[in-house]
């Protein structure tokens, strides 16, 4: 399957190694140029156990790849995952701006029938 993971953190870095490492083809879309070259070099800028094998062995096998343009890593992906920030609003609620900033720019890169999930802590 061919599947689009949205923001390099935490929650997206580790959904999108282990989707990878289920034999899917991952591409995973970052804002940030520093973390997507980092990344793209095999380093994982945290810690979670087996999560570096799990990143060179993706990067080695062709199924997991980084990218800059969230076009691009959506471009003909099945599935996408938004794993984006909601950090708590002054309200108390989760603000939700980056996740609909990011819903507004991969809209029309959108495959026909492509299913949009949210992930997020």
């Known amino acids: 399957m061919r599947i689009a993971v949205i923001g390099a ?11 990878a490492a289920l034999g899917h083809r991952v591409r ?3 804002a940030d140029p520093e973390r997507v ?3 793209a070099e095999g380093t994982v800028p945290f810690f979670e156990p087996d999560l570096d094998r799990l990143l060179s062995e993706g ?10 343009d969230n076009g691009v890593a959506v471009d ?46």
């Open 28 to 30: 995973i879309g970052e």
């Open 76 to 121: 003909q992906a099945e599935v996408v995952i938004v794993a984006l920030p909601t950090p708590p609003a002054v309200d108390g609620s989760a603000d939700l701006a980056v996740i609909e900033m990011a819903l507004r720019d991969l809209a029309s890169s959108l495959s026909p029938g492509a299913v949009v999930a949210l992930k997020s802590t």
């Open 9 to 19: 953190g935490y929650v997206g870095l580790v959904t999108g190694a282990a989707l």
């Open 37 to 39: 070259a980092t990344l």
């Open 59 to 68: 990067i080695a096998d062709g199924l997991l790849t980084f990218h800059t």
